[in-house]
């Protein structure tokens, strides 16, 4: 069952006009269309009271559910696969200090005059006689046809009304491959610090859409030109610069990890993935050192790496999840081009295997994003050695069976055989039998692993 947007409209009409109210399709929907995508989440302008209209539109389109902020006068609700947002004509602008916003009543161009960009300031009639005219007082049209994002008013006024703006400018840009126009721009770097107002779920937010945008290289180049990336991640612009020393020089290990992070983002659409591409160099500035005979070293960088992405994805905020798939990446991102050699032991192979788990195969793909050489020789070395790399994995994997193994012999069974109680011994016979899978001492077997416990017994029970 679904319902035609022109139908939605027309009930959303009726019942505004039974309360006497005018109302308009604002913002990302009207944007979009003219760009010519078509959403499922609307917002609309009430010229009216929302709370009053929101008790109307419940009963008329039998909804069953309408979430409300009085306090901001807004409230949403879905219908079919619409998500529908009511707001309010209002004025609403940040206090000094406040990460709250105060709002007042306005008329329809007062409040497209405080929204943050032209592009979105675009209102829709949906009135029968003038259905679908636009309302363009700030060229929004012509905006969106020369790929720009600016302001409709002062751009200090626009970004000190709601300093998440400034991100928002970027994320828009990024995502719609836009230019941001100069003044809005310069005024971004002039207002930056307002932006310590606003609360770090908004502004990871803003930043996880630009890390999803096609090319998210674009915006980290913005983030830091403003000087927002100082602001929000001071540890990547510690990436920035390049060192030069005699024959001796590194690339910037900044913009190699914009070329690392677009890479991964042409491949994967995994938020996870793309942040572990972010943060993969991220330990290198504080690993650096000079050694005369092989020039500039990073040695530990990937430990280092793994610490910091863990305490800076905290602060971000990103769930416990997250946090842990992108420690692991970051702490394994080195182990693949190590099992390149020759010489390497089955059991380096299923030990890499074992700990990257289910998350192997993204790590190769990273690793082979990771290669920014200009050098098409060096290029087709590097992915010939990943490509033996992973034929060794498969190898190994299908051999062994190994990827997130289960020692096949478990704690009760372990009790029964030495008769032993629970306790911390049967862990490290657990952990010894584990290891001895890894380093390949005995088949990844049920009956292979009894057999080299009982033979083990006297030593493992001391
Ligand atoms: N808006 C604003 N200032 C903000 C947030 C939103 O002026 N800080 C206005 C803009 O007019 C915007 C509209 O509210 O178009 C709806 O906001 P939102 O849903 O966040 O953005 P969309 O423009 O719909 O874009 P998207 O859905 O892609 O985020």
């Known amino acids: 069952m ?11 009409y009726q019942t505004a006009g039974n309360c006497g109210y005018q109302i308009y399709v604002v913002g990302g929907y009207v944007r979009d269309k003219l760009l ?7 917002d609309f302008v009430v010229v009216g009271d929302a ?26 609700a879905c219908y079919y696969n619409y998500k529908l947002e009511f707001v309010n ?21 007062a409040d497209l005059s405080r929204r943050d960009f032209t592009i979105n300031t675009l209102a829709m009639e949906i009135s029968p006689e003038k259905y679908g005219r636009i309302i363009d007082v700030y060229n929004g049209k012509k905006d969106l046809k020369k790929k720009i994002i600016r302001t409709p008013l002062e751009p200090v006024h626009t970004f000190s009304d709601d300093p998440l703006r400034m991100l928002r400018a970027i994320r828009f840009a990024t995502r719609l491959n836009f230019s941001i126009e100069k003044s809005t721009y310069d005024s971004i770097f002039e207002t930056r610090d307002r932006l310590k107002i606003i609360s770090q779920e908004r502004i990871t937010d803003e930043l996880t859409k630009i890390i999803m945008s096609p090319k998210p290289s674009r915006g980290f180049i913005m983030l830091d030109e403003t000087g927002l990336l100082d602001i929000i991640l001071p540890e990547m612009t510690a990436m920035k610069g390049i060192e030069q020393r005699k024959q001796y020089h590194h690339k910037d290990v900044f913009y190699h990890t914009l070329e690392v992070l677009d890479n991964v983002a042409q491949k994967s659409g995994s938020l996870k993935l793309r942040l572990a591409a972010l943060f993969h160099d991220i330990g290198k500035p504080r690993t650096k050192r000079f050694d005369e005979e092989i ?5 530990g960088h990937e430990v280092v790496g793994y610490r910091m992405a ?11 999840e997250i946090i842990k798939y992108v420690q692991k990446i970051v702490g394994l991102h080195l182990r693949p081009m190590a099992l ?25 793909l990273l690793c082979r994003a990771d290669i920014t050489s200009k050098n098409i020789n060096r290029v087709k070395k590097f992915i010939k050695n990943y490509d033996n790399v992973v034929k060794k994995i498969h190898n190994v994997e299908e051999r062994d069976r190994i990827r997130n193994f289960q020692p096949p012999v478990d704690g009760l069974e372990i009790m029964k055989l030495f008769n032993l109680k629970e306790g911390p011994l049967i862990g490290k016979i657990k952990k010894y039998l584990e290891e001895a899978i890894l380093n390949g001492n005995v088949p990844n077997d049920h009956d292979a ?3 080299l416990l009982q033979e083990q017994k006297e030593q493992l029970l001391m």
Request: aromatic share 10%; charged share 30%.
């Open 295 to 299: 020039g500039w070293t990073f040695h």
């Open 310 to 320: 863990g305490a800076i994805l905290k602060r971000l905020k990103f769930s416990t």
């Open 51 to 76: 709370m009053v209209f929101a008790d109307r539109l419940k009963k008329d389109l039998h909804l069953k559910r309408i979430i409300r902020y009085p306090r901001f006068g807004t409230f949403m």
């Open 36 to 42: 010519g995508k078509e959403v499922k989440d609307i």
């Open 449 to 451: 692993c009894i057999s």
């Open 2 to 12: 679904s319902v035609s947007i022109d139908e939605l409209f027309s009930k959303i």
């Open 340 to 364: 390149v050699n020759e010489e390497v032991t089955d059991s380096a192979v299923r030990r890499l295997i074992f700990q990257a788990g289910n998350d192997l195969d993204d790590l190769i």
């Open 89 to 109: 004509a209002r004025e609403e602008s940040y206090q000094q200090d406040s990460r709250k916003p105060v709002t007042k009543q306005a008329d329809l161009l």
